[in-house]
C-alpha cells in the first residue's frame, strides 16, 4: 500500500511541476511578445547621402512604380540593446519550453 501511495505522492509532485512549467513557459512567451515590440531608442537612423553610390554610400531612394514620392522616408536599423534584449527573451522562451517538456516527460513517464 506505501508504493501505491508513493507512485500517487510522485505523480502529484510532477503534475504539479509540470503545472508550473507550463505557466511560466506562458509568462516567457509573454514577455517576449511584449519585449519584442520596438520601443522609442530601439531604432538607430541610418545616414544617407554622406558618400556617392561609386564611393560605397547608400543609393537616393527611388520614385516607387506606383504611387507618390518617397519623401518623408527614413531609412532607419534596430539598435543592437533591442536585438540583444529579443535574443535574451528567446533564449528564455527556448529554455523554459525545455523545461516543460522535461516536466511532461517525467509525469507523463509515471502516468
Known sequence: MSGRFAALAACLLLAGAAQAETKAAAESEERLRI????????????????????????????????????????????????????????ADVKAGRTRLDDALRRYNSLR
Open 35 to 90: 519585449g519584442s515590440e520596438v520601443q522609442e531608442g530601439d531604432r538607430v537612423g541610418v545616414v544617407t547621402g554622406a558618400a556617392r553610390p561609386e564611393a560605397g554610400g547608400v543609393p537616393r531612394t527611388q520614385r516607387p512604380a506606383a504611387g507618390g514620392t518617397m519623401r518623408g522616408a527614413t531609412r532607419s536599423r534596430l539598435s543592437e540593446e533591442y536585438v540583444a534584449r529579443v535574443d535574451a527573451l528567446e
